[in-house]
């Protein structure tokens, strides 16, 4: 990665990402890049923009940095509001419950995937309910989503 001081700093990356004619170019180097918040960042864009195409090959990633970037589309993040209910497909659902399920999955990622189950229906919840009982004893004291229910 070659940037520059003035070009790819922080506030110049915010201007770039808070740009109208952000191009899909520009979005994609800062989904992917190694910085968290500027991977938020991206992904904030991403909602307020309404691009829930660009989240399923996240959340499918081998890379858990990106798969944790698709599930800030889902729970949304610092200051950021997630997709809509409506935006959220049956398959984003279905790769936030392999997370789940994973037990080499990221504690990370797990986190977020919990969280972003907790916007799924009861009945998808269940479906996760003898992972999420097991996590129970494993999660901080603040639950997160989807464990609220089974507390």
Same mark, same amino acid.
């Given at each position: 990665?070659?940037?520059?001081? !003035? ?7 915010? *201007?770039?990402?808070?740009? %109208? +004619?952000?191009?899909? /170019? ?49 729970? !949304? ?7 809509? *209910?409506?935006?959220?497909? %049956? +398959?984003?659902?279905? /790769? ?56």
């Amino acid at each position: 990665m070659n940037e520059k001081v !003035g070009v790819d700093d922080s506030l110049a990356v915010f *201007a770039k990402l808070n740009d %109208p +004619a952000l191009t899909d /170019e520009t979005l994609q180097k800062y989904i992917h890049h190694p910085e968290y918040d500027l991977r938020s960042s991206a992904m904030d864009q991403v909602t307020k923009r309404g691009r829930a195409d660009l989240v399923l090959p996240l959340l499918k990633s081998s890379d858990p940095r990106l798969r944790q970037a698709g599930l800030l589309a889902l729970t !949304g993040m610092f200051k950021g509001s997630p997709l809509p *209910a409506d935006k959220i497909t %049956p +398959a984003m659902f279905e /790769e936030v419950g392999k997370m789940i399920e994973d037990p080499n999955e990221s504690w990370w990622g797990v986190k977020h995937a919990i969280d972003a189950l907790g916007r799924g229906s009861p009945e998808l919840i269940g479906k996760h309910r003898d992972r999420l009982l097991q996590l129970l004893s494993q999660i901080p004291p603040a639950k997160p989503g989807a464990c609220n229910l089974l507390a």
